[in-house]
């Protein structure tokens, strides 16, 4: 199967800024070979003068962009943008760019990009990178679920308007910190961002995130009991206490896990890691590297979500693992 396209969504709460950067993307012929969906075209106010052609809802730019407005479900928008590459009417592309509405939850987008069969075979979650407004983002986290949420399932987040007030850029930074330690943090400054803050993944995807400041197995606590776990096993596992484990995580928690990504070194296959990518309860499709990334050869899950328990996480691996040895024997 060819390599799957890599799927960049840009979410960030209202008047954050993600349309600023999204428009400046526009503009900047470093970003070439993408297809943009956005809301509507109206909200971006592209430049006429870098418009090449132009379709209902589909133009095609002078710096290598394809803008798509989305109309009905991201696969039915997938498949448009692709079918008019394919035919020639537009320029081709080699990665997507999806900008939410400001009070979007991406979660949904994410699940869809997992269940559906044509997305997932299609498209790979490159990145999630979240808009949090240097002057607003702090107040916003703190009185806005939907603001929480974008953050607890971003890989990375860019601070906004820092210019405006440098302190305040700060105080945001510290606002993200304390509610996900483990993201990465940027900046964009009138819209302007390198290219790799949208499309590079963040570090190693399968030992995400970078890092963790606490003990691996001891949850960060947030705000709203949104927490992050880290789970590390040092002894490969079978391949069906994954299987099993994810089913238990999802009959468990549910909507109260946001994220799960990890790397697990499987018994049946010790030169092959597992990559894990789960949200909510739903879980992407096994996939498997080729060879480690690193010389380290243990388990890596992170966890976040609400309530999480992490006692009861490393318990129900340990059980898990320990009934799938036993049966082996016989």
């Known amino acids: 199967m060819n390599a799957r396209m890599p799927l960049t969504i840009v979410t960030g709460f209202l008047g954050s800024g993600k349309t600023t950067i999204v428009r400046e993307f526009l503009r900047r012929p470093g970003f070439q070979n993408t297809a943009v969906i956005i809301n509507e075209f109206g909200e971006i106010g592209i430049n006429h003068d870098l418009i090449e052609s132009s379709r209902e809802d589909l133009i095609s730019l002078s710096t290598g962009c394809l803008c798509c407005a989305m109309q009905g479900d991201l696969a039915n928008t997938v498949r448009r943008l692709m079918a008019v590459a394919a035919s020639g009417e537009a320029p081709g592309f080699d990665r997507i760019l999806l900008e939410t509405s400001g009070m979007a939850d991406p979660a949904p987008i994410l699940q869809t990009a997992i269940v559906d069969s044509y997305l997932s075979e299609m498209l790979e979650i490159a990145n999630v990178v979240v808009t949090v407004d240097a002057l607003n983002g702090p ?72 890092r963790l400041s606490e003990p691996h197995g001891q949850p960060h606590v947030h705000a709203a009991e949104v927490t ?8 490969p596992l079978h391949a069906v206490t994954l299987t099993l484990f994810l089913q238990a995580l999802a009959e468990n928690y549910g909507p109260d896990l946001l994220r799960v990504k990890g790397i697990v ?14 949200v909510q309860h739903v879980f992407h499709p096994i996939a498997w590297l080729d060879q480690w990334p690193s010389d380290d050869r243990s388990s890596r899950l992170v966890l976040i979500g609400r309530r999480l328990d992490v006692a009861w996480l490393h318990l129900m691996l340990r059980i898990i693992e320990e009934e799938v040895e036993s049966a082996s024997r016989f």
């Open 139 to 210: 107040a916003v986290m703190q009185n806005y679920d939907e603001a929480r949420r974008q953050v607890a399932l971003g890989d990375r987040v860019l601070i906004t308007k820092s210019d405006l007030d440098a302190g305040a850029g700060e105080a945001a930074a510290l606002a993200v910190r304390a509610y996900r330690p483990d993201v990465v943090l940027g900046k964009s400054v009138n819209g302007d961002i390198a290219p790799e803050l949208l499309f590079e993944p963040v570090g190693d995807r399968t030992a995400w995130p970078p």
């Open 228 to 235: 992050t776990v880290s789970l590390r096993v040092n002894a």
């Open 265 to 278: 070194a499987i018994r049946e296959s010790p030169e092959s890691p597992a990559v894990v990518h789960g």
